[in-house]
């Protein structure tokens, strides 16, 4: 993987139109080692662009945001650990949120992530047109260990005018 690190004004990595990308086994936010935060200001920040594949990666440290997917749709998340360092036991915590998924995007999955430690949140859903969106098996609020890292002020939220988004089964 690489490392994806210090644009502290800027992105790790910005997926602009097109997609269909494939991003894994990536430390975004942080060291090489992903123990230490090397914050970007947005970790991945993806705007209007379909399909990607983002897949067991460390999202972590970033000032704003993990992940912010904007008017993108059909991206799957799978398997990142985001929030917390490679080990998955201390909090290198994305500033706001893990994730944030507005602007109407629909139809993105986020599987089998760890989203635990964040400033604020884990995940946000906002805005009208934000449809269809389905958070599954991921562990939210707990490092690998099963001990408490939870988000700052909420887990997952949903908000205006989010609607028929899919938490769990």
């Known amino acids: 993987g690489v490392a994806i690190d210090n644009f502290s004004t800027g992105f790790g990595l910005l997926l602009v139109s097109g997609g269909s990308n494939v991003v894994t086994q990536d430390n975004i936010g942080v060291n090489p080692a992903g123990t230490v935060a090397a914050p970007n200001s947005m970790g991945i920040f ?74 604020d949140f884990g995940a946000v859903f906002a805005d009208a047109g934000t449809t269809g969106n389905q958070v599954i098996g991921d562990t939210i609020g707990l490092n690998g260990t099963n001990a408490a890292a939870p988000n700052g002020i909420a887990g997952v939220v949903f908000a205006a005018g989010a609607s028929n988004n899919t938490l769990g089964t």
Not at 64 to 91: M, R
């Open 46 to 119: 993806a705007i209007i662009s379909n399909g990607n594949v983002i897949a067991n990666n460390v999202i972590s440290g970033n000032s704003i945001y993990g992940v912010l997917f904007d008017a993108s749709n059909n991206n799957a998340v799978v398997g990142n650990t985001i929030g917390l360092n490679t080990g998955s036991t201390s909090a290198l915590a994305n500033g706001v949120a893990g994730v944030a998924v507005a602007a109407g995007s629909a139809g993105n999955q986020f599987t089998n992530n760890n989203i635990s430690g964040n400033g």
